[in-house]
């Protein structure tokens, strides 16, 4: 018997009329007659083949895994608990379902961050912290009460939080993760849908702070992902409650627009008695925002343990080294690290493309962009940065053919592989189906260790494009852009809804793609973290967005980070302990000593 370990069936994807039950006919104890694998008998529904129960008491554990191996719809998952958690959930879906292992602690005035991977229980917490649904503890057979949940929070930090709770004195308003999604739930226009929500008074402050103001009239379905970022955060934090949820706020803004966003969140928890929940996968703006911060780990789909907070600095250099103090927990084999100093020049290839100087309009009035000339080398990873509007997808037009200068030529026209910035694949076709149409070295035992591992593919192969998560959608489009063959990998904002580790599987999924095959990538990201990690060279773009753009040429990584950070008026220092790059206090002595070195960022 193994108390300590987990069973998890995924009942949407057992399908026992089409197994003939393998894993139970395999399951070492019911081998000598034990109850191990049963049948759930009356729970199926009429009709629907009877699915399968696994006893945690007799289940042998992880290391026995011969139902995980023999499911062929990889619908079991047993898992060992860690050790040193010790602790009951706080709240379990059902028998042989996901359970949750601690809550997020808001508090009154302060901004409290959220850390981890996707699909570990965020949103269970947070059901449970706005009083949607009373966690059970882990006795998913009684009913649940919220004195017990009290009962146990008693002498916590949390105990205020939930005594306010039970008395109905706690109202939310949340901003959801997938913004995409806003415009099947609402018809009409930006103004219709931001005026209902004027509950403080202040809209008109936050569509200007916000820049929104230019797309008040239109209808929601007509704006941008950045634009529908941007009204969601103002019809989230224009409302007048005591604890406000936001689910990411950083993917398809800028990096001036997400400093903008994390301000108006402090602003309103420094305005009084408000508690500000955050889950955010930009370290940088993470750091920046948030007063205590909870680490969250488990597996995603099975448990997931919220820890204690921690102080936010602690909390981040924790998670990036992958162990845990407090908890005594290792969640990660190795640790994320990041150069103090600027990259060397990395010894370069043979050029990819050398390009004259540039000049583009769209018309009289219209947005212009003025392209310095430069050389692109085979086999770098080139990070491109500057805000929405400048004219970066237009530089990406002309390199394809798809646009000609109107000053300057450009003779080679490349072949180029591209992940847009807001990914369209709603056919309902298959993932895997849509992978090999894209490359016949799908499924090849390189493919896997090259693009599917990297990515997290596996478990979603089956699933439909169109029931993807923003995360999925995310992977699946750098898989599909990675397997085409390209002279150049172009790939905008990669980092949109993919969590911290995820993101720096990317990160290395693409590099070692270009460096096996001498190819090239171009990276538009606006998480710094990311673009660290990933860049060899840096091409700046500045100017007036949606007017004129310049683009500069490619340079060295801390030539490039200067010239652009310098424009944002932003300094990184380096965290004292493990080097990681934090953003400087605007006016600190920090800031003002790298301001006058001309150091933004490798200081
Ligand atoms: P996150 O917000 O971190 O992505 P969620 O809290 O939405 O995660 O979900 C965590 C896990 O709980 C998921 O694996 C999900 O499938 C499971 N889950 C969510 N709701 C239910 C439910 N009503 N019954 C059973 N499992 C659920
Ligand atoms: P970025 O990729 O940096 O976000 P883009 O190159 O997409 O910027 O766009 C730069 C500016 O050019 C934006 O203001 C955009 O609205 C404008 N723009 C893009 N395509 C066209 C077009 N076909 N006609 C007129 N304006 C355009
Ligand atoms: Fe049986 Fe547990 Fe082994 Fe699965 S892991 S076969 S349920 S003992």
């Known amino acids: ?357 540039m000049h583009k309009s769209y018309g009289e009035g219209e947005f212009s962009l003025d392209v310095e000339g430069g050389t692109i080398y085979e086999s770098e990873v080139l990070g491109v940065v500057g805000p929405n509007g400048i004219g970066k997808s237009t530089l990406a037009k002309m390199f394809t053919g798809a646009l000609e200068p109107d000053e300057g030529e450009l003779d080679t026209q490349l072949d180029i592989a591209y992940k847009p910035q807001y990914i369209e694949i709603d056919q309902p076709m298959r993932v895997d189906a849509f992978l090999s149409s894209i490359t016949d070295q799908f499924g090849s035992s390189y493919w896997n260790t090259e693009i599917a591992q990297p990515l997290q593919l596996e478990g979603i192969m089956e699933q439909n494009l169109d029931d993807l998560s923003g995360g999925e959608r995310q992977r699946v489009a750098i898989a599909a852009c990675l397997s085409e063959d390209a002279d150049l990998y172009l790939l905008d904002e990669p980092s949109a809804h993919l969590d911290v580790e995820q993101r720096v599987q990317a990160t290395s999924a693409i590099r070692r793609y270009t460096e096996n095959h001498d190819a090239t990538a171009m990276v538009i990201d606006h998480d710094i973290y990311m673009i660290d990690l990933l860049s060899d060279r840096l091409m700046v773009f500045d100017g007036e967005p949606a007017e004129h753009g310049t683009a500069r040429p490619p340079q060295e990584m801390r030539a490039g980070m200067n010239d652009f950070l310098a424009d944002l008026d932003i300094t990184f220092r380096r965290d004292e302990r493990t080097g990681r790059p934090r953003i400087n206090k605007p006016g600190s002595q920090k800031d003002r000593e790298q301001k006058r070195n001309g150091e933004y960022y490798y200081s």
Request: proline share 6%; net charge negative.
């Open 1 to 357: 018997m193994s108390s300590d370990s987990i069973a998890v069936v995924d009942l949407d994807r057992c399908q026992p009329d089409r197994c003939n039950y393998e894993c139970q006919n395999f399951c070492p104890p019911n081998r000598t007659g034990k109850e191990c694998i049963t049948l759930r008998g009356e729970e199926a529904d009429e009709g629907d083949p009877d699915q399968i129960h696994i006893s945690e008491e007799i289940c042998l554990g992880e290391s026995c895994g011969i139902c995980v191996e023999k499911c062929p719809f990889d619908a079991i998952e047993i898992i060992n608990l860690p050790n040193e958690l010790d602790e009951e959930p706080v709240h379990r879906y059902g028998d042989n379902a996901f359970s949750l292992y601690g809550l997020p602690t808001p508090e009154p005035g302060k901004v409290t961050g959220i850390l981890g991977p996707n699909g570990i229980g965020k949103s269970t917490a947070v059901h449970a912290l706005a009083g949607e649904m009373t966690p059970n503890l882990g006795e998913f057979e009684g009913e649940a009460d919220w004195e017990s949940v009290l009962d146990r929070y008693r002498g916590t930090e949390l105990q205020n939080y939930l005594q306010k709770l039970i008395d109905g004195e706690v109202e939310v308003a949340r901003k959801p993760q997938y913004v995409d999604q806003i415009p099947n739930q609402f018809d009409g226009e930006v103004r219709q849908l931001l005026e209902r929500t004027d509950e403080r008074g202040e809209l008109d402050y936050l569509v200007d702070e916000l820049s929104i103001r230019p797309v008040m009239d239109q209808p929601i379905d007509s704006v941008s992902g950045g634009e529908l970022q941007r009204v969601a955060l103002a019809a989230t934090l224009a409302r007048d409650v005591d604890f406000y949820f936001l689910d990411e706020i950083t993917p398809y803004l800028d990096i001036s627009q997400r400093m903008t966003a994390a301000r108006l969140i402090r602003e309103m928890a420094d305005d009084g008695d408000r508690s500000m929940l955050v889950v955010e996968h930009d370290l940088a703006i993470l750091d920046l925002l948030a007063d205590t911060l909870h680490v969250t780990y488990g597996e995603p789909g099975a448990y997931g343990v919220v820890t204690d907070p921690k102080s936010v600095r602690n909390g981040i250099n924790e998670y990036l080294s992958g162990y845990l103090d407090n908890e005594n927990m290792r969640i990660r084999p190795e640790e994320i690290t990041f150069e103090e100093h600027a990259p060397r020049a990395a010894t370069k290839g043979q050029p990819l493309v050398e390009y004259p100087d």
